[in-house]
């Protein structure tokens, strides 16, 4: 069955610089979210589209933003980085249903891009 | 708010055992989805298991069961016959009604020994 795709894998960056996250959701899936996880930490929610609009926003800095484009595949943009930026950044997908309860909505994730900062 | 607490860090099982992993969750919301998702050392985030608040029935797919306690607010894994590539870390995630982020907890390490 295909997977949610990321690209890139591993992306090495220097302070200041910026990075640009691709997101290719499950075939049909309707619904992207980005999370970040540091090094050791659980994964941090920072913002979800729905149908190519935002849906929720979380802990996304203001150098961060976030676009679904008509073939539902999702980009993060990453400007100024930061040395603490450095993490793995997921994308996951789900078939949204937020008009009732049928659906179980699970997010199934992709394999990560691990974000270096130097 | 939201809040999942995993209070096991680190946990030991041995090969072809069955082992349980606890989480307890807190939500106003009054209705939620409780996940269980398995990192291993390559990082990929594997969902497991899926518990909705309303289901009547605990959540079983394959060697993965959910022991679903609604009133103690808990929804431990429970893994049978361990096998040596279960050894990853273990997180509990819960979506609620409000909004359908995930919300992780801290994880559990597994380490199963031969």
């Known amino acids: 069955a295909a997977g949610v795709i990321q690209s890139p894998r591993h992306l090495i960056k220097e302070k200041r610089e910026t990075a640009t996250l691709k997101c290719y959701p499950i075939?049909?899936?309707?619904?992207v979210y980005w999370y970040q996880q540091g090094p050791g930490q659980d994964p941090q929610f920072l913002i979800s589209?729905?149908?190519?609009?935002?849906?929720d926003k979380g802990s996304i800095p203001d150098r961060f933003s976030a676009q679904q484009f008509s073939d539902y595949h999702s980009e993060l943009n990453m400007s100024s980085l930061e040395l603490g930026d450095s993490a793995l950044y997921f994308c996951?997908?789900?078939?949204?249903?937020?008009?009732?309860?049928?659906?179980?909505?699970?997010?199934?994730f992709g394999p990560g891009t691990r974000l270096t900062v130097l | 708010a939201q809040k999942i607490t995993q209070t096991q860090p680190g946990m030991f099982v041995q090969e072809k055992e069955a082992v349980t992993l606890d989480c307890t969750y807190d939500?106003?919301?009054?209705?939620?989805?409780l996940f269980w998702y398995k990192q291993p050392s390559s990082g990929e985030m594997i969902f497991l298991i899926y518990?909705?608040?309303?289901?009547?029935q605990n959540a079983t797919e394959g060697r993965y069961s959910l022991n679903f306690q609604k009133a103690r607010k808990s929804a431990n894994l429970v893994i049978s016959a361990s096998q040596l590539g279960d050894s990853a870390m273990y997180f509990c995630?819960?979506?609620?009604?409000?909004?359908?982020?995930?919300?992780f907890g801290s994880g559990t390490r597994l380490l199963v020994r031969p």
């Open positions: 518990q909705g608040s309303y289901d009547q």
């Open positions: 939500t106003s919301d009054p209705s939620y989805g």
């Open positions: 995630a819960m979506r609620g009604d409000s909004s359908y982020k995930l919300i």
């Open positions: 075939p049909r899936h309707d619904t």
């Open positions: 996951a997908s789900s078939l949204g249903n937020f008009e009732g309860r049928g659906s179980t909505d699970t997010q199934y």
């Open positions: 589209f729905y149908e190519k609009m935002q849906s």
